[in-house]
């Protein structure tokens, strides 16, 4: 059971570089999720996703961008990295979304990034 | 005022006490509120979740929860050194289908 898989681990990248940070998982869930954390933080939402097409964005959006063609894979994208983007992120899904009768988020085990 | 505000840490507790960790909310109108464990260098994991006014009880962990005053906590009964993680506190967003977490409270269990 895989869950929540989030490729790569780890990543230099150097200012003014582009990547996609992958995200999939197997749970058959309809909400997906991308966070921040900074060292020493809490989680800042990135963008999520409440189905396949559908996209909204979280409280740090600026710099990044998503896509959902599929329930499964939830990529984030960042087109031209920058220093203040080097961060811990991690994806998430759940069955539910933050209702009164949601289902917890289950989280990958992180991407960690360097823009140098 | 912060959306979510957990007590500053780090908290240093020792083994075998209670630890107590709190968190504030600003939306009254939150109705689901949850507590994540992350050890150092992991991934948040779900350890308790609450949506009803009073306490929750699961094992060594309690949630309290107090809609009037906008507060929840949890309770660590008989501290082990495993417990030792930065504590999440997570409340959901009425009306949208997300969380808004606190900037987490580092507890230390001291043999």
């Known amino acids: 059971n895989a869950g929540v898989t989030q490729t790569p681990k780890f990543r230099i990248l150097k200012i003014g570089q582009s990547m996609t940070l992958q995200c999939t998982q197997d749970m058959n869930h309809n909400y997906m999720y991308w966070y921040r954390q900074d060292p020493g933080m809490g989680l800042k939402l990135i963008y999520y996703s409440v189905g396949a097409g559908i996209t909204d964005k979280g409280e740090v959006p600026n710099g990044y961008n998503v896509s959902r063609s599929t329930t499964e894979d939830f990529p984030l994208r960042l087109e031209l990295a920058a220093p203040s983007q080097t961060s811990v992120y991690f994806c998430?899904?759940?069955?539910?979304?933050?209702?009164?009768?949601?289902?917890?988020?289950?989280f990958g085990d992180g991407t960690r990034l360097s823009i140098l | 005022q912060k959306e979510v505000e957990q007590n500053s840490g780090p908290l240093s507790v020792p083994e075998g006490a209670i630890a107590s960790l709190n968190c504030t909310y600003s939306d009254r109108g939150s109705q689901s509120f949850f507590w994540y464990r992350q050890y150092s260098g992991k991934s948040p994991e779900l350890i308790m979740f609450?949506?009803?006014?009073g306490d929750k009880e699961d094992g060594r962990f309690t949630a309290q929860l107090n809609k009037a005053s906008q507060y929840v906590s949890l309770l660590i009964r008989d501290s082990q050194p495993s417990d030792s993680a930065t504590y999440l506190c997570a409340v959901n967003v009425r009306g949208a289908q997300k969380l808004v977490f606190g900037q987490g409270t580092r507890l230390t269990i001291n043999p």
């Open positions: 998430a899904s759940s069955y539910l979304g933050g209702g009164i009768s949601n289902q917890p988020q289950h």
């Open positions: 609450i949506y009803s006014n």
